[in-house]
């Protein structure tokens, strides 16, 4: 049986706007997807502000695309990579995208490449504007891939972006529910990467969605022998009713007055 031929990615960096320190865990996160078939990273290399990726590039054998700020003010860096990308969508011989940036600069980019049928995934950090992470068929947060934060981070609060995950779940399962209220595990995963691209259980600190699913009190999980692990939203239980003790003559009436 003739195994399926590899997907072919390109995994275009903005070195400008990502640490090195992140090369490495993206690279091996991007493998699970396909195979980095193009690796390029974009900026002006002859700043010292990307000192760090230099020793980066050898080690991942990522081509340095050299791009000066002829003006102040203006990313070019942005431009460079957009042009490439759409070359390389030309050429007819890659199968996906990988855009890593936090910058919603290329928010038009990643629709576009959609639009012609690629795969794209977006990888950036936790600020990166909902527009960016919307635009992709799934993004991925490098706070995920990588245990300390960017050296870069600045130190402001970037909040907490994630969704709520009881909202989410619920919406999953009840929109891929069969007439008995059973979602297949499967499924789920499918709604949940298509409504939500940023969506991942290792943000919500589990390794795979079904153990993600188990852990909730609200949701019922099983894996029949020799079926498909399924997963349904629990019963409510019916909230207790208080029943009030119905005054008689004697608890009514007010105690006579001793005398």
Request: net charge neutral.
């Amino acid at each position: 049986m003739t195994e399926p031929a590899a997907i072919r990615l390109a995994v275009l960096i903005d070195a400008d706007n990502v640490s090195a320190t992140h090369s490495a865990a993206l690279l091996a996160e991007l493998a699970r997807y396909g195979v980095p078939t193009v690796k390029r990273a974009y900026g002006d290399w002859t700043t010292q502000q990307l000192t760090g990726w230099k020793t980066e590039l050898s080690r991942h054998a990522i081509q340095p695309i050299q791009q000066f700020a002829n003006t102040v003010g203006k990313n070019s860096t942005d431009s460079a990579l957009i042009i490439d990308a759409m070359d390389l969508l030309y050429s007819g011989s890659l199968d996906a995208f990988a855009i890593v940036s936090s910058d919603s600069d290329f928010t038009r980019l990643a629709t576009r490449l959609r639009e012609s049928g690629k795969t794209v995934y977006g990888l950036g950090r936790r600020r990166t504007p909902a527009s960016l992470q919307a635009a992709v068929d799934k993004f991925i947060f490098l706070e995920v891939l990588q245990d300390e934060a960017a050296p870069e981070d600045d130190g402001r609060d970037e909040g907490d972006s994630l969704p709520d995950l009881r909202q989410i779940l619920e919406a999953a399962v009840k929109a891929t529910a069969q007439d008995d209220g059973w979602s297949s595990l499967s499924g789920v995963s499918n709604y949940l990467g298509k409504a939500y691209a940023a969506f991942d259980p290792r943000h919500y600190g589990f390794s795979r969605l079904g153990l993600l699913v188990n852990g909730q009190d609200y949701l019922e999980f099983e894996h029949p022998a020799g079926g498909q692990p399924r997963v349904r939203v629990a019963a409510r239980q019916p909230a207790r009713k208080r029943t009030a003790k119905k005054a008689t003559a004697k608890t009514a009436a007010p105690k006579a007055a001793r005398g």
